[in-house]
Nanobody
């Protein structure tokens, strides 16, 4: 059974940092994307970043490029999102997700499996 579990959210001041973790289990497909999405109240769930199974193909949303870093630890089946220089606009519930690795992997419709989400709140 595929399971994704996020952790690491919390309340931070603007300019601070957080590292989110996504522990995955039960995935047997050889090719895939691991993605991070976020959803603020009243807004659609939006793409943040994704990484492929090799760790060599990475994409970021323009809004986080240069501030956030996605990485993976294959030994622990864990994907990370290091978030630096956080802004109030980054406040949202952050979700990790898994797709089969087709197309670009930047649309939420491409992702079948989702974690429960972890809250990130950035105060000004």
């Amino acid at each position: 059974q595929v399971q994704l579990v996020e952790s690491g959210g919390g309340l931070v001041q603007a300019g601070g940092s957080l590292r989110l973790s996504c522990a995955a289990s039960g995935w047997t497909f050889p090719y895939y994307y691991s993605g991070w999405f976020r959803q603020a109240p009243g807004k659609d769930r939006e793409f943040v970043a994704r990484i492929d199974e090799s760790g060599r193909s990475i994409l970021y949303a323009d809004s986080v490029k240069g501030r956030f870093t996605i990485s993976r630890d294959s030994a622990n089946n864990t994907v990370y999102l290091q978030m630096n220089r956080l802004e109030p606009e980054d406040t949202a519930v952050y979700y990790c997700a898994r797709s089969n690795g087709y197309a670009l992997g930047v649309s939420r419709a491409q992702y079948t499996y989702w974690g429960q989400g972890t809250q990130v709140a950035v105060s000004s």
